[in-house]
């Protein structure tokens, strides 16, 4: 999700002058952000597609899922939380979930109030970040990552009969859950698995060898990357069924993605999705700013490296989701031009994406100029 940051990268002063105004209201019309193609390989978004799904408020990290024929998005709230910048993302303090509905893409966007505020939460301390939903058997699951009063990060799970909530949280967070950006996947047998993990503010490095150390280890340059987390759920999908193991990430070749190289190795924001029957795997690379990919054939991996789907955007996260939705496929993700280039206060877009006849995907850039 949000990782720490070093610094705003230069291009946000550059682009300062598209701050744009919020508007009061709890729906609106936006316009269709269909893309044509340029190439075989890229797509590039202007106009429509620029413009933020939800301008009332500010938004980052969308999970996007279609239940019941209505599409519904799980993001972060952000807010000016006041904490002061630092590399451990202490500035995005957030401390409550909207649920957002739209009954088509380009239609009225639908903001159904606070689904779960830290209040009520009774083991987080602070900082609400990435979430993500799933269904099952008619009851909503909402996993949601939090610091509790340790300060170290974990992963809840509360329930509700409604897809936007309000969400009951459980007393404790999963058992032997930890990092953040918890993404679930329902596989084609009805197995749900969680993908979660992220480096930096996100903790992961502090877990080398299974257990909290409070202290940052990362492996060398040379050595294999940190690796996103998985683990089957229970059958009440509240517990984990397995001991969290990693995601074995491989370049073409065979060999495993190394810790130096930045522009492919996972950071944060693990997400899932099938097609055709593979399973793609994406995720940000953080201080390189790409949403990356690879692709496997079973859950659990190994995934190997495609290419980039989305490049930078405007701000310096990158966090997504993928969506199939009335036929077309479909990248929610976010950046900071609503604010003017704040990197803690993002907003949540949508644009389609579109695969190769080979079934990778066309690359899209979405920087706002």
Same mark, same amino acid.
């Given at each position: 999700?949000?990782?720490?940051?070093?610094?705003?990268?230069?291009?946000?002063?550059?682009?300062?002058?598209?701050?744009?105004?919020?508007?009061?209201?709890?729906?609106?019309?936006?316009?269709?952000?269909?893309?044509?193609?340029?190439?075989?390989?890229?797509?590039?978004?202007?106009?429509?597609?620029?413009?933020?799904?939800?301008?009332?408020?500010?938004? /980052?990290?969308?999970? /996007?899922?279609?239940?019941?024929?209505?599409?519904?998005?799980?993001?972060?709230?952000?807010?000016?939380?006041?904490?002061?910048?630092?590399?451990?993302?202490?500035?995005?303090?957030?401390?409550?979930?909207?649920?957002?509905?739209?009954?088509?893409?380009?239609?009225?966007?639908?903001?159904?109030?606070?689904?779960?505020?830290?209040?009520?939460?009774?083991?987080?301390?602070?900082?609400?970040?990435?979430?993500?939903?799933?269904? #099952?058997?008619?009851?909503?699951?909402?996993? =949601?990552?939090?610091?509790?009063?340790?300060?170290?990060?974990?992963?809840?799970?509360?329930?509700?009969?409604? +897809?936007?909530?309000? =969400?009951?949280?459980?007393?404790?967070?999963?058992?032997?859950? =930890?990092?953040?950006?918890?993404?679930?996947?329902?596989?084609?047998?009805?197995?749900?698995?969680?993908?979660?993990?992220?480096?930096?503010?996100?903790?992961?490095?502090?877990?080398?060898?299974?257990?909290?150390?409070?202290?940052?280890?990362?492996?060398?340059?040379?050595?294999?990357?940190?690796? !996103?987390?998985?683990?089957?759920?229970?059958?009440?999908?509240?517990?984990?069924?397995?001991?969290?193991?990693?995601?074995?990430?491989?370049?073409?070749?065979?060999? !495993?993605?190394?810790?130096?190289?930045?522009?492919?190795?996972?950071?944060?924001?693990?997400?899932?999705?099938?097609?055709?029957?593979?399973?793609?795997?994406?995720?940000?690379?953080?201080?390189?700013?790409?949403?990356?990919?690879?692709?496997?054939?079973? +859950?659990?991996?190994?995934?190997?490296?495609?290419?980039?789907?989305?490049? +930078?955007?405007?701000?310096?996260?990158?966090?997504?989701?993928?969506?199939?939705?009335?036929? #077309?496929?479909?990248?929610?993700?976010?950046?900071?031009?609503?604010?003017?280039?704040?990197?803690?206060?993002?907003?949540? #877009?949508?644009?389609?994406?579109?695969?190769?006849?080979?079934?990778?995907?066309?690359?899209?850039?979405?920087?706002?100029?």
């Amino acid at each position: 999700m949000f990782a720490s940051v070093l610094k705003i990268l230069s291009v946000n002063l550059l682009v300062a002058t598209l701050l744009f105004g919020c508007k009061n209201k709890t729906a609106q019309k936006i316009p269709d952000p269909s893309v044509n193609d340029l190439s075989e390989d890229a797509v590039s978004i202007s106009g429509a597609s620029a413009s933020p799904l939800i301008s009332d408020m500010f938004t /980052a990290d969308p999970s /996007a899922h279609v239940f019941g024929g209505k599409l519904y998005i799980y993001p972060s709230h952000d807010f000016e939380s006041g904490v002061p910048q630092d590399d451990l993302g202490s500035h995005f303090d957030m401390k409550d979930y909207h649920v957002f509905s739209l009954d088509s893409i380009g239609g009225e966007v639908t903001d159904h109030g606070i689904a779960l505020h830290i209040d009520n939460v009774a083991w987080a301390g602070r900082q609400m970040w990435a979430p993500d939903a799933a269904k #099952k058997n008619g009851t909503y699951y909402f996993y =949601f990552p939090a610091k509790d009063k340790s300060d170290i990060f974990r992963i809840g799970v509360a329930t509700s009969k409604n +897809p936007f909530g309000p =969400f009951r949280a459980e007393e404790q967070p999963i058992e032997g859950s =930890f990092s953040i950006d918890p993404a679930v996947f329902e596989d084609t047998d009805g197995s749900y698995y969680m993908y979660f993990g992220g480096i930096w503010g996100g903790q992961l490095q502090r877990w080398i060898g299974g257990n909290y150390n409070g202290e940052d280890v990362y492996p060398a340059d040379d050595q294999p990357a940190l690796k !996103p987390k998985i683990a089957k759920l229970s059958e009440d999908m509240l517990q984990f069924a397995e001991t969290p193991r990693d995601v074995a990430r491989l370049d073409r070749d065979g060999n !495993p993605l190394l810790a130096g190289d930045n522009d492919r190795r996972f950071f944060e924001a693990a997400w899932v999705h099938m097609y055709n029957g593979k399973y793609y795997l994406s995720y940000s690379t953080g201080d390189t700013h790409n949403i990356a990919y690879g692709i496997g054939d079973n +859950p659990y991996g190994p995934f190997i490296y495609q290419g980039v789907i989305l490049k +930078p955007v405007l701000g310096w996260t990158n966090h997504h989701s993928i969506v199939e939705y009335n036929g #077309k496929w479909w990248l929610f993700y976010h950046d900071s031009s609503l604010s003017g280039g704040k990197t803690h206060l993002r907003s949540v #877009k949508v644009t389609e994406l579109k695969y190769n006849s080979d079934g990778t995907i066309k690359t899209i850039d979405a920087m706002v100029e």
